[in-house]
């Protein structure tokens, strides 16, 4: 591009609520590198806000990352009341072992309003989220996953495996 015009477009999204009660941010010192983004930080499809989020059906599973620093990821199924489901990540438990210790959040169809969420599958021993529940209309629902210490987490090494299935006996493995 040398000797030519180019635009820069600057794009701010404070993923939710929290860690982003300040100001913003402001831009000073801009440059321009050959420098790529992080190796596989495309390859999850960037699912990084309710208009990107991807389609799940019951019973399916997705491989993404949270990646870069930051990234939350969407999803989204439609559901029918009474019907009990599970959203699990394995993130530690693959091998290699991922970095995230994630964070699984169900949100109702405005996509802000929070129906369960779960840290961890068990209480300081195994760090990768599940979360049982039974939903309670039928209709559209989002799946949020994010590291529990986001935005400071986040990277190439946070690889992670999302399976949304249907509770068969109604008897979870455990929850939080």
Same mark, same amino acid.
């Given at each position: 591009? $040398?000797?030519?015009?180019?635009?820069?477009?600057?794009?701010?999204?404070?993923? *939710?609520?929290?860690?982003?009660? +300040?100001?913003?941010?402001?831009? *000073?010192? %801009?440059? %321009?590198?050959?420098? +790529?983004?992080?190796?596989?930080?495309? $390859?999850? +499809? *960037?699912?990084?806000?309710?208009?990107?989020?991807? $389609?799940?059906?019951?019973?399916s599973s997705v491989q993404a990352d949270l990646c870069p620093?930051?990234? %939350?990821? =969407? =999803? =989204?199924?439609?559901?029918?009341? +009474?019907?009990?489901?599970?959203?699990?990540? *394995?993130?530690? $438990?693959?091998?290699?072992?991922?970095a995230l210790d994630s964070q699984i959040y169900l949100l109702d169809a405005d996509g802000r309003s929070v129906v369960a969420w779960n840290d961890d599958e068990v209480l300081y021993d195994k760090p990768d989220s599940l979360l049982v529940f039974t939903l309670r209309r039928t209709g559209l629902y989002y799946i949020? %996953?994010?590291?529990w210490d986001s935005p400071g987490a986040g990277g190439a090494n946070y690889p992670y495996t999302l399976r949304l299935e249907q509770v068969q006996n109604n008897k979870p493995k455990s929850i939080n």
């Open positions: 591009y $040398a000797g030519k015009s180019v635009r820069l477009r600057f794009y701010f999204n404070s993923v *939710d609520e929290d860690y982003n009660t +300040g100001l913003g941010w402001m831009i *000073d010192d %801009v440059s %321009v590198t050959n420098q +790529g983004p992080a190796a596989g930080c495309l $390859a999850d +499809g *960037d699912y990084n806000n309710l208009g990107l989020a991807q $389609a799940m059906t019951i019973g620093q930051g990234d %939350v990821d =969407y =999803y =989204y199924f439609t559901g029918t009341a +009474g019907q009990p489901i599970r959203v699990d990540i *394995d993130a530690q $438990a693959l091998n290699p072992a991922s949020k %996953v994010k590291a």
